[in-house]
């Protein structure tokens, strides 16, 4: 079943600890002006193995014109798409490939996990305009005062990582689509958006949309099919999009970059838009080329920011891009996208 109580905190960092001990986790202290919370960060996994992380430093997305109309406190969130739950695959927030193992800690600046997370609370504790959004599973308030800051009543936020895609075991129970885990920091005083993502490397890219439950193996006939079904991700690539057209009626288009040495064939593949509505591909990508999709209904590239994804015959996402109002802003202007 997926988490029961997925949240966003909306909040000041006051305070903070750095992971270290048995079950190490990343503290922070935030207050809404009212009340106290700790959001917590997994910074190691159980298992002792290094946690995978992302960190966008310049965060661009349809989500942060909507995490600016929610006020500071801590808010329950619906595990759904159109509003600003997490989805790192689905919400396009990120691609497989960028995450990199870091561990706990280690000797020099700037070269584990603790030291990646602390650069940004500590940005933003300097800095009294700074607000940080936690995305995760809350708990509270409890009877007792909180172990790491000892405010009352404890409460806060944890989970914030991947939280689908686990194999069977004791966090399975935990995988869901659309109630991924994240730490997003806005900077209005540089007009700056920053995002920190986690995974754990037990955990599989590709999902179920509906359970969030690791998409099983192919056979070994399905792995000889091109694109491979084990490894899909990024074969054919978003790379630009005219969304805001100025000819009437308007005629929206998407390009397509095939990265693999031979032709892929586009049939049974899909180009969705951020409600989730399939536009049917046909046709081959030659190796090395591109191609222009003419958008067609049902899909459509809103002006106002939205996401793009690419889709193959297996279900499985293979790549995916976002954009922004901003981005959108100027007619006749096509979006270049680089991941």
């Known amino acids: 079943m997926p988490l029961k109580n997925y949240s966003l905190l909306k909040g000041r960092p006051i305070n903070n600890r750095l992971g270290s001990g048995a079950n190490p986790h990343y503290q922070v202290l935030i207050s809404d002006g ?60 990120a691609q497989p490939w960028e995450f990199k193992p870091l ?36 708990w509270g308030p409890e009877t007792k005062a909180d172990k790491i800051f000892g405010f009352r009543p404890g409460r806060g936020i944890h989970d914030i990582h991947f939280n689908q895609g686990n194999p069977p075991g004791s966090f399975a129970a935990s995988n869901g689509p659309w109630q991924d885990g994240g730490l997003i920091f806005h900077f209005p005083t540089s007009s700056q958006w920053s995002a920190v993502f986690l995974k754990f490397q ?21 792995r000889d099919r091109i694109p491979p079904f084990d490894a899909p991700d990024g074969l054919v690539r978003i790379v630009a999009a005219l969304v805001n057209d100025v000819n009437s009626p308007e005629q929206e288009t998407v390009t397509l970059l095939n990265t693999a040495d031979v032709p892929v064939d586009l049939s049974g593949w899909t180009l969705r838009d951020k409600n989730k509505n399939a536009m049917p591909l046909s046709g081959q990508i030659a190796a090395g080329a591109t191609t222009v999709v003419n958008v067609a209904a049902p899909v459509s590239l809103s002006n106002r920011g939205g996401i793009i994804t690419l889709v193959d015959g297996n279900g499985v996402k293979v790549h995916g891009v976002s954009y922004t109002r901003e981005q959108a802003r100027q007619p006749g202007r096509t979006i270049p996208f680089q991941q």
């Open 103 to 138: 561990p706990l800690s280690a000797p020099g600046p700037d070269n584990d996990l603790n030291e990646k997370v602390d650069s940004y609370v500590q940005r933003a504790m300097a800095d009294e305009a700074s607000t940080i959004y936690a995305f995760g599973e809350s």
């Open 202 to 222: 037990t955990q599989a890219w590709h999902s179920d949309d509906h359970s969030g439950e690791p998409i099983v193996s192919p056979t070994p006939v399905e």
């Open 34 to 93: 009212a009340d106290q919370y700790r959001i917590a960060v997994n910074v190691q996994s159980s298992d002792g193995s290094e946690v995978e992380y992302l960190v966008r430093s310049r965060f661009d997305h349809p989500i942060t014109e909507q995490l600016l109309a929610f006020e500071d406190g801590l808010h329950r969130l619906p595990s759904a798409p159109g509003g600003v739950a997490l989805d790192f695959i689905r919400g396009n927030l």
